[in-house]
DNA sequence: AAGCCCATCCGAA
DNA sequence: TTCGGATGGGCTT
């Protein structure tokens, strides 16, 4: 069973969604059904529960962090759904700070697997967890800023939002 | 087990 | 600036 709740943000609509594990999804988009078919998409196999945000353990929480861009991440409980490697590239991602960046290549180079540089943007779009998990500050080494799954206009947002803003 | 997809990178034209 | 090849993990058949 996963629960999820959807309200409006800063970037648009957001959707938070957790199992008993914790958070396995966070998700923006324009629209709440948007969100909720990709939700459907991604778990398939689970059954769905909307919640009112009022009552969701962890919506008030995602929602002040992603209106307060460079603020440190909420330490949530966070329920990483994927393969060793999948994993091993989402927790390197997460010791990137908020205001820098990191080139695909050098990333594949941190989790010791430098030639697989394809393989870590693909899991880095295949993270579900979008700025808990920050793979929007994943970027090219041409300077382009790359993919997002959420829409490259959020990636470019986000970014700035994080440049513009001193962490203290 | 074999094929295809991909949010990349680098060198060559 | 465009283009092709190398590349490795994940998913489907």
Request: aromatic content about 6%; overall charge neutral; glycine content about 8%.
């Amino acid at each position: 069973m996963i629960c999820y709740s959807i309200g409006s943000c800063a970037l648009g609509q957001l959707l938070v969604a957790w199992s008993d594990r914790g958070i396995c999804a966070v998700g923006l988009a324009d629209t709440p059904d948007q969100l909720i078919l990709s939700l459907q998409a991604n778990f398939a196999d689970h059954s769905l529960q909307n919640i009112d945000p009022v009552d969701s353990p962890y919506f008030s929480t995602v929602h002040r962090f992603i209106e307060a861009p460079s603020s440190s991440p909420p330490d949530l409980p966070l329920d990483l759904m994927g393969t060793e490697f999948q994993r091993r590239v989402w927790r390197a991602l997460m010791e990137i700070q908020p205001g820098n960046t990191v080139t695909y290549s050098a990333l594949a180079q941190k989790i010791g697997n430098p030639s697989a540089v394809r393989a870590v943007a693909n899991a880095c779009g295949a993270n579900r967890i979008a700025t808990l998990v920050p793979c929007h500050r994943v970027v090219r080494s041409d300077g382009a800023t790359g993919g997002y799954r959420w829409g490259s206009a959020r990636k470019q947002t986000l970014l700035a939002r994080e440049a513009t803003t001193p962490d203290h």
